[in-house]
């Protein structure tokens, strides 16, 4: 096996969580031989034995390392990707990878040009809650599907750092509309017909804090992607609607169920029900017994799953999992949100 010699430049909030999570690995898979940040600030808790520089440059310069990982803000990435490549280091490069997908056809040239592995962590497509729907679309668990709904909402509505800043890479949409589009890119196995998207300056007066992206998919499926950091009623929550029963999920953890009907395709004789607005035949509460709940998949998976992919691919033993045309792909369909929300229109998609 050959080892991943880790270089970290930009260790900040990411360059820690990255840090704690490759510790969990034996350095014969992945060590972390350096951490590289301007601010000296940020070195002083580097962990034990590893090196310490004060910028990119010298890190590639001195230490012993065979792959970067950028975890600097955004605007950077190109640069650091620059950088590392043209002196030959492999490259893992935090999201989104790219301000433009202009920027990012310049890092895939830039490291296909010095042969080197260039990757982005999105390391999200590893979250219990996503993969346990994954599962759910992979097994068609709820049959021919029509809508996926994928909701984040927050009360937290102020963006903290640079991520107030526009010209910083700031706005949800570059902080998590990038894995939350990444997710839904990676469960649909279709073409995209049309983008339309709604992004606002809720609370923020120079970045997105809340969107909703309806993305048509050519296998009929429709996916709702919604995020609100100023909502009031924080949660994440997944819904899956097929034509034999619907998944839902209320949280990170994964909590939810699977419902279906008793009476399936039957011509049910219409309950009329009051309700306080007014008598329903079709939308009352379900009679007992014809709601029927089953449990969810089981996942059994962690974030760190995307530096065990790294590794496998890193010796050749397969593929990298991130590969750079899904990112661009992600990337477009941004650019595609940002297009229909300015126009109010619906953008036409592959
Ligand atoms: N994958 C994820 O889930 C995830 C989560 C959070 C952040 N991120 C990404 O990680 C990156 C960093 O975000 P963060 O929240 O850690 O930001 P941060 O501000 O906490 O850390 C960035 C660090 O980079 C350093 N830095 C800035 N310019 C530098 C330069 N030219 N050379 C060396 N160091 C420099 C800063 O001093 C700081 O310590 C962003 O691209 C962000 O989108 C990814």
């Avoid at 350095?27 to 600030?41: Q, S």
């Avoid at 090196?51 to 990982?69: C, R």
Wanted: charged share 25%.
């Amino acid at each position: 096996m050959k080892t991943i010699k880790l270089g970290i430049v930009g260790f900040g909030f990411m360059g820690h969580c990255d840090a704690e999570s490759l510790a969990t690995f034996s350095d014969d898979e992945i060590k972390l031989v350096a951490v590289a940040d301007t601010n000296p600030e940020q070195l002083k808790d580097a962990p034990e034995g590893v090196e310490t520089y004060g910028s990119i440059e010298e890190m590639l310069e001195k230490a012993d390392i065979n792959t970067v990982m950028i975890s600097t803000p955004n605007p950077s990435h190109l640069e650091m990707v620059e950088k590392s490549a043209n002196v030959g280091k492999h490259i893992i490069c935090e999201k989104p990878a790219a301000m433009s997908v202009e920027q990012f056809d310049r890092m895939v040239e830039v490291t296909k040009k010095n042969n080197v592995l260039f990757t982005v962590h999105q390391q999200r497509r590893w979250d219990k809650d996503y993969r346990i729907m994954k599962e759910v679309y992979d097994r068609k668990m709820v049959g021919d599907m029509y809508v996926i709904k994928s909701q984040l909402y927050g009360f937290n509505g102020n963006m903290h750092d640079w991520h107030v800043f526009p010209e910083m890479g700031g706005g949800m949409l570059y902080d998590w509309g990038v894995h939350l589009i990444d997710q839904i890119l990676n469960m649909v196995d279709s073409k995209i017909d049309s983008i339309f998207a709604d992004m606002r300056n809720v609370i923020n007066e120079k970045v997105d804090d809340y969107f909703n992206i309806l993305i048509k998919f050519k296998n009929g499926i429709t996916a709702e992607i919604e995020l609100g950091t100023y909502y009031l009623t924080p949660k994440r929550a997944w819904f899956i609607g097929g034509n034999k029963g619907s998944a839902l999920i209320d949280g990170f953890d994964g909590e939810g169920k699977i419902v279906r009907t008793a009476h399936l395709l039957e011509n049910v004789p219409g309950k009329i029900t009051m309700t306080a607005a007014g008598p329903t035949r079709s939308f009352g509460p379900a009679a007992p017994g014809l709601l029927i709940d089953e449990p969810l998949p089981e996942v059994n998976v962690a974030q760190r799953d995307y530096f065990v992919h790294f590794i496998k691919a890193f010796n050749g033993e397969e593929e990298i999992i991130v590969k750079p045309e899904q990112v661009r792909r992600v990337l477009s369909v941004m650019d595609a949100v940002r297009k229909s929300a300015a126009s109010g229109e619906a953008v036409k998609f592959e």
